[in-house]
């Protein structure tokens, strides 16, 4: 078995993710495991359909195994993002990482990576951070800034720093994007808003989850925080508390809030994810851990062997004759069926029921609204 790990969100799936599972077989791959983004992406929004959903057009689009990368790390920062995919990955025993490219240059991204690994920030008020990074990425490795313009560059960028972080060394293979632009026809975006436009005519099959049926709840939300609240989020100072507090009353909905809060040192993004953080009730410390628990979604009968594998390198760990246990990667429980949730322990749990949350509340943005355990009755998609 030779096992290639890719980190998606499916937002929704399109035949660019498909051309991209192709390449990663063509390239070796027996095996095709993806972490994807569970009911929150990194945009800082909830899904435009349930997980259950993409991940069924996954398994169909290439994918053996499809397994929830959860909140809060799914929508959190680019970091937080990577080093949570990385770990599940790694538990997975992935021996490729392939990833998505604008620029298809898999050398050039570990080349990028190694600078940004000692990369230290100096006080530059008149840029912003991501600004001074790619600043002194381009004087560093001239023609290379351009790497952290690129939003599947710069994540691929995030998961090699990632692996290295952890000792992890698995092959990088870097597919470049082919056919149309992030916001084209055919784009993940086009397509996003052709579901919500198809259900607004009645023509709607995706059941899409449409964030402006939730304003009232993130008003509620924002009208009810005051400046510490504001401050205990991830990747929220204190000078960004005080500007979310400013703009909290005087947004109409979740999209002014995060218009209002942009500035040099906030994109849209940064405000969103912090809304959708206060939401889920997620605070700084809860970030900074790494995910317990593996959910699959989806899996085939290749996705089948993949866990079987898992559980043959979980055994051997346990009983000491393992190749080298120092490099052995993280054994996480695997949960696909509602029993194994009550077997969780209560840290993994925890991380489970903010991902719960997040479905719940996504239900309630649906054409339907959805009855409360959505997430609890794991919907396993099983194709053979």
């Known amino acids: 078995m030779r096992l290639a790990a890719v ?36 945009r800082g929004e909830f899904a435009i359909q349930p997980k259950h959903i993409r991940a069924k057009a996954a398994l169909e689009g290439g994918a053996d195994l499809v ?19 990385v770990h599940i990955i790694r538990s997975l025993g992935a021996e490729m990482l392939s990833f998505g ?41 001239p023609g290379s800034g351009v790497l952290l313009r690129s939003p599947n560059d ?28 992030h916001d084209g026809p055919g784009s993940a975006s086009h397509l996003r808003a052709q579901i919500l436009s198809d259900c607004e005519s009645g023509d709607g099959i995706y059941w899409p989850i449409r964030p402006d049926k939730l304003d009232a709840v993130f008003l509620y939300k924002l009208r009810s925080m005051r400046f510490a609240d504001f401050a205990a989020l991830p990747d929220v100072p204190g000078d960004l508390a005080l500007r979310y507090v400013t703009v909290a009353g005087q947004a109409d909905s979740a999209a002014e809030f995060a218009e209002k809060a942009s500035c040099k040192s906030c994109t ?46 979980a055994a051997a760990a346990d009983s000491g004759t393992a190749e080298s246990a120092g490099d052995s990667p993280p054994l996480l429980p695997i949960i ?22 997040a479905a719940d509340i996504s239900g309630l943005a649906m054409p339907q609204l959805q009855k409360r355990s959505w997430e609890g009755r794991i919907q396993l998609t099983v194709n053979t």
């Not at 809060?72 to 080093?83: E, H, I, K, T």
């Not at 000692?118 to 008149?126: G, I, L, M, S, Y």
Request: glycine fraction near 6%; charged fraction near 20%; proline fraction near 3%.
């Open 336 to 357: 696909s069926r509602l029993s194994q949730i009550l077997l969780m322990k209560p840290d993994a749990l925890a991380q489970f029921n903010q991902e719960h949350k």
């Open 67 to 85: 397994v929830t990368l959860p909140a809060p790390w799914s929508c959190g920062r680019a970091q937080d993002f990577a080093n949570a995919a």
């Open 154 to 181: 710069t994540l691929a960028i995030e998961y090699i720093l990632a692996c290295r972080r952890r000792g992890f060394a698995p092959q990088f293979l870097a597919v470049k994007r082919s056919g149309t632009a």
């Open 268 to 313: 849209a993004a940064r405000a969103r994810r912090a809304l959708l953080h206060a939401v889920l009730g997620v605070k700084k410390e809860e970030m900074y851990a790494l995910p317990k628990y593996i959910q699959v979604l989806a899996l085939n009968t290749r996705g089948q062997e993949i866990l079987r594998a898992m559980k043959q390198n």
């Open 7 to 42: 980190i998606a969100e499916y937002n929704p799936f399109h035949a660019g993710h498909a051309y991209h599972l192709a390449e990663t077989r063509k390239a070796g791959a027996t095996h095709i495991a993806a972490v994807m983004s569970g009911a929150c992406v990194q």
């Open 101 to 141: 490219s604008e620029c298809g240059d898999g050398r050039a991204l570990e080349n990028a990576a190694s600078f940004l690994e000692t990369w230290k920030v100096e006080a530059a008020d008149e840029v912003s951070f991501a600004r001074a990074r790619e600043n002194a990425l381009e004087a560093a490795q």
